[in-house]
């Protein structure tokens, strides 16, 4: 979960190198450049969110999981003759 959070908010790496050269061999222009920068960088947060997203789901797969196999269990052995209480027993 680390690795990403490390690698990716360092999508400047590659656009601004690359951006530069299409700027300065004339292929793109400043403006198209400068948005793609600030799209770039608006873009991480929304990705990063998406994967703690998926996180959270693979969690929740488990915790259904679990509880469907408590609730499939099979059920406990009771006893059959019911429990006599004496008179002189008092809950209080």
């Known amino acids: 979960m680390s690795a990403y959070n490390a690698i990716l908010p360092s999508v400047l790496i590659c656009v601004l190198p690359c951006g530069f050269a299409f700027w300065l061999s004339g292929s793109l222009e400043l403006s198209t ?12 947060g929304p990705i990063i ?3 703690t997203f998926t996180d959270d789901l ?6 259904v ?21 004496e008179d002189n027993r008092h809950f209080s």
């Open 33 to 44: 450049f400068l948005s793609i920068v600030i799209f770039s960088l608006g873009l991480i």
């Open 58 to 63: 693979a969690v929740l797969g488990t915790n």
């Open 65 to 85: 999981e679990e509880i469907s196999q408590l609730l499939n269990a099979e059920e406990l052995n009771h006893k059959e003759t019911p429990i006599k209480l």
């Open 49 to 51: 969110a998406a994967f």
